[in-house]
């Protein structure tokens, strides 16, 4: 409602759109009153202020640090084992991918997997079934151009305690973000139980943006409700970001992203626990207060046809990610870590092949048909 308002021509009021639309119905009679115009009027004043600033969209709560935990760190990329990737895409507008999955010495993911994607303008989806029948599925729908609902569910029959079940509303403003969530939500027992979590970022300066994550849960009926509130910032200077998150728990996380030249980026990750603030640790059973924290430094660097990350945190953790395209279809990835303190080390190799399903013209088709659309709600 905010775009349109703001597009209108100076002068233009609800009241002229919706006399011209319905003559004097319901809608033109509430419109046309001085308390309404006075509102509109307040609120398209408000909004010519708001994009006279200048404001860019801040991205999300959950990916406040995006550029140093996705983009530089290992965290999303580390395994081990032997894992061996099959793709092949059957269409691109709209999108449809199969691909099947194949692992070995790594005990917490299956041996084998089969995963389905599909997606369009409006919807997306993506499915998964292992050997174990364990069943995993996501579903977007895009109901506005903002607006993105979203679900997932996680079904595993040897093991009922960790099916899970999420509904998500996500919305996306032209500077800020508001997310609501719900984790397992139930009225049985004629209580409310589940995990309900809000977040909203919001950038108040070109640079810098502010937010909060609010979260509710209970259990069961038996034990009573848990709330907590978390705070989030950001900023973005010319070549560098910095973030901020404080939880309730009494932790403290801070990140660094710095771009050092077009094909080098750097990320410094800190994290504090901090148990005076929690209130952890200060009874005479638990002994004297103490505060933990892990620093950790990492890199990345992109190559022609390779991208090598490596970090180092203050444990001892050193780890490795080097990923490399042999041939246009294959890719090859080598990671490594080794724990001095704990005297352990791991290593994986994985494979993954990309098959198009098709000839050059119908790739280049497929290519030009999905440059002109619309990309998925992910």
Known sequence: MDEK?????????????????????????????????????????????????????????????????????????????????FTKTLSAAPMFQVAHHVTMGNNSMPPYSFAAIYGSPRFFFHGGLDNDFQLSARAHFRIASGLVAKSSVQLTPNAPDQTMVQLETDYTGSDFNFNVKSINP??????????????????????????????????????????AISYVGRYKGDDWIGSAHYLAQGAVQGSYWKRLS??????????????????????????????????TVGAKYEFRTAVFRGQVDSNGKVSVCLEKRIAAPVNFTFAGEMDHSKNTAKIGVAVAIESAGADEEEQEQMQRAAEGSSPPPF
């Open 5 to 85: 308002l703001s597009t209108l021509p100076p002068g233009t009021n609800l009241s002229d759109l919706s006399t011209s639309k319905n003559g004097n119905g319901f809608l033109s009679v509430l419109t046309r009153n001085p308390l309404a115009q006075t509102a509109i009027d307040a609120y398209r004043s408000f909004s010519e202020r708001r994009s006279s600033l200048g404001l860019s969209y801040p991205g999300t709560v959950e990916g406040i640090s995006r550029e140093v935990s996705r983009d530089v760190f290992l965290s999303q990329l580390m395994f081990t084992g032997f894992r061996a990737e």
């Open 186 to 227: 139930s009225l049985l027992d004629d209580s409310l139980t589940g995990v309900f979590v809000g977040q909203y970022l919001q950038s108040v300066t070109p640079r810098l943006a502010l937010g909060l994550e609010t979260m509710w849960q209970r259990s069961s009926t038996e034990e009573g409700p848990q709330s």
């Open 262 to 295: 077009d094909k080098v980026e750097a990320g410094v990750d800190i994290n504090l626990q901090l148990l005076g603030l929690s209130g952890a640790g200060g009874g005479p059973m638990m002994g004297m207060m103490k505060n933990e924290g892990t620093a």
